[in-house]
């Protein structure tokens, strides 16, 4: 074997330098050849992507860079799209106390004093009147007169006057809650990790994206912007002179949103309020089934029931059909449309009772105001066969039939003792931003922003337009204490200054069991009742006293051109005995009246127009109130709160779109 070995070893290393004949001599390549020359080269730059892509394809380092892009940005979309309720994607984790409640605000639309069936419509509103029997009436619970006033009271606690909002918000204004003003929403989702949606009718803003639900501490929201909608269609419709050398037209629009986009239901036609109802439905259900199903939840359903137009729903008409055959037409139609809000509630409650949530919620009903009167026969603004009686006036006054409304509070989080009460003590829109707040564990230092309490009715003291001065009712609620929180001083329960802020032009306020009403003496001052309900007669002692409008002492609207320097806004005092003042102090007239609201709840007696001296001065003390107030204790800002030309939705493709967005 070592021959063999040391043969073949001999022939491999000769192999290559044997010389054979007839072959010409030249270099023969090594069968191993030597190591390839070494040349210089230029290393080539790359990158962290370009070395983990290369694996996988010859791309160039940027494609390479763009295709990691990419896929993290699709990464970030399907995670995001995952998570409960649209949290942003930087969010670690949702912070929460699974003992809060799930607080349901249910805000109805136009709902009149005789409209509930416990509170003695002739038709009934079973569910809603489980409610009430199963939770506590809110028996003197006082709204603003203007719908968008008293939710944005609702939502911030802060009076809808000073906010700018005592006008209203019409369909295609600019005017808004501002952006500096804190909502419950926000408040509740910050403070205590919930997750907040909207339903509905939202009415406080749309010129900017930044005035809607979306960006005002709403996780999402489905509904619509304006005032109303057609229940069918979703559109809303106004008439309005785009300019001064114009006709009158009229401005038709699409308005239903889904978060930031249009939304074009699956079902066309589909009534408004089912519409709702089954998203409704869908967010509790899409709660349940997630990750967080404990997470407390907060939902404000605003239904558009019974906002003119009167666009009843077939399916109810057997129930109201007796009132028909009475030949109260528009009343039975308004009839169909409560019993279709109430199956729209019992069907919110049975969702949450479906699915384990109802023992732990808390759910209020209450409406924005009054019910609408007959202002124009054949307007959308005309008669909606609601009825305020007995209360005085409707929609649009200062009378109880306009600014007290139907409020309740129940649910499975409510002790059982406390169940099927009515509580009589006078609360107002803004003081349910305090209660719920409460009621949810935020903090009052959170609430209030550090205020002293004692100094909230004090005119003397000028504070901030945006502090909140609604009280929280949880402890009387609960049970926990037998007395509600008193005011030390007059309460404002509705105002509205003239456009130069000189004087109080409408008011109504409430001190020592009295109300004092002032108004425009040729506003309406009676009591709407419909054709069968007979004649709406005023009776002689319940008429107003014309009086003259003194000036106030000084004014207190907002103006942003007399900011300080640390960006807050100062008061814009006017004088009104200068000559710059256009005020024509002798052509003004208003009518003032005075009622001992407590025996009189249907305001039948104007006590202010006799001679007493115990009641004359009362009455210079609430005058007195007034003249001193100038907007104080929060100062006082204006809105405009009309039709913008700008908004018109021909320009924007027949949608009430938001006409402000991108401007600066």
């Avoid at 359903?301 to 528009?330: F, K, V």
Wanted: charged letters at 20%.
């Amino acid at each position: 074997k070592l021959s063999l070995l040391a043969v073949t070893h001999t022939t491999c290393t000769m192999r290559d330098s044997v010389d054979v004949s007839s072959f010409d001599y030249y270099e023969v390549s090594p069968l191993i050849p030597n190591p390839p020359v070494q040349v210089s080269r230029v290393k080539q730059k790359s990158n962290w992507c370009h070395l983990c892509w290369q694996r996988f394809t010859c791309c160039s380092k940027w494609l390479c860079a763009l295709m990691t892009l990419l896929l993290i940005v699709l990464i970030l979309i399907v995670v995001r799209s995952v998570l409960p309720f649209g949290w942003p994607w930087w969010i670690p984790s949702i912070v929460y106390d699974s003992t809060d409640p799930h607080i349901i605000l249910i805000v109805a639309d136009d709902i009149g004093w005789g409209d509930l069936g416990y509170g003695g419509a002739e038709y009934p509103t079973t569910n809603i009147d489980m409610l009430k029997l199963s939770g506590i009436a809110l028996n003197r619970f006082y709204a603003h007169e203007s719908g968008s006033a008293t939710r944005s009271a609702i939502l911030t606690g802060v009076p809808g006057y000073a906010l700018g909002l005592q006008n209203g918000i019409d369909t295609g204004s600019n005017a808004h809650i501002p952006l500096d003003v804190p909502l419950l929403p926000e408040l509740l989702r910050a403070q205590r990790g919930y997750a907040t949606h909207m339903v509905g009718k939202w009415s406080l803003g749309y010129s900017r994206f930044e005035y809607t639900p979306t960006r005002r501490g709403f996780d999402t929201f489905l509904g619509f912007h304006q005032r109303y909608i057609d229940y069918w269609h979703y559109s809303a419709t106004i008439q309005e002179r785009l300019d001064a050398d114009s006709d009158i037209q009229m401005l038709v629009g699409y308005d239903l949103w889904r978060n930031e986009k249009v939304y074009q239901p699956e079902v066309k036609m589909q009534y408004a309020t089912e519409l709702f109802d089954d998203h409704v439905g869908s967010l509790i259900d899409a709660h349940v089934a997630s990750e967080h199903a404990d997470q407390p939840m907060f939902l404000m359903y605003a239904p558009p029931n019974a906002h003119a137009p009167i666009q009843y729903h077939y399916e109810y008409d057997s129930e109201c059909a007796y009132i028909r055959e009475t030949g109260e037409l528009i009343r039975s139609q308004y009839c169909n449309l409560m019993q279709e809000l109430d199956a729209s509630i019992g069907r919110l409650v049975g969702k949450l009772k479906e699915n384990n949530m109802w023992q732990r919620t808390l759910l209020v009903f209450t409406t924005d105001n009054g019910g609408l009167m007959c202002w124009g026969v054949g307007s959308v603004d005309s008669c909606s066969g609601s009825v305020n009686l007995p209360l005085r006036g409707g929609k649009g006054t200062l009378f109880e039939g306009s600014i007290r409304v139907r409020s309740l509070i129940s649910g499975g989080y409510l002790e059982e003792s406390v169940r099927g009460q009515n509580m009589d003590e006078l609360m107002h829109a803004t003081d349910l931003f305090a209660t719920l707040a409460e009621a949810a564990h935020v903090e009052p230092s959170v609430v209030y922003g550090g205020a002293d309490v004692s100094s909230w009715d004090d005119p003397s003291q000028v504070v901030g337009m945006n502090d909140v001065t609604g009280l929280s009712f949880w402890d009387r609620l609960i049970g926990k204490t037998a007395t509600s929180p008193s005011r030390a001083l007059p309460f404002i329960a509705d105002m509205r200054l003239d456009d130069s802020s000189s004087y109080i032009q409408k008011v109504a306020m409430f001190w020592k069991g009295y109300k004092y009403v002032a108004q425009p003496a040729e506003a309406y001052d009676g009591w709407w009742q419909s054709p069968l309900q007979g004649s709406s007669d005023l009776p002689s002692d319940s008429v107003g006293v014309v009086i003259q409008p003194q000036p106030l002492n000084n004014g207190g609207n907002i103006d942003d051109e007399h900011a300080g320097d640390d960006g807050a806004a100062e008061s814009n005092l006017v004088d009104v005995s200068s000559s710059s003042t256009t005020v024509l102090w002798d052509t003004l007239r208003v009518n003032e009246y005075l009622f001992k609201i407590e025996d009189d709840p249907s305001e039948t007696k104007n006590i202010g127009s006799g001679d007493d001296e115990d009641i004359q001065a009362l009455l210079t003390e609430f005058r007195t109130y007034l003249r001193n107030l100038a907007g104080a204790p929060r100062r006082y800002t204006r809105q405009e709160s009309y039709t913008s030309i700008a908004s018109d939705p021909t320009k924007f493709g027949g949608v009430w779109y938001p006409f402000e967005e991108g401007q600066t």
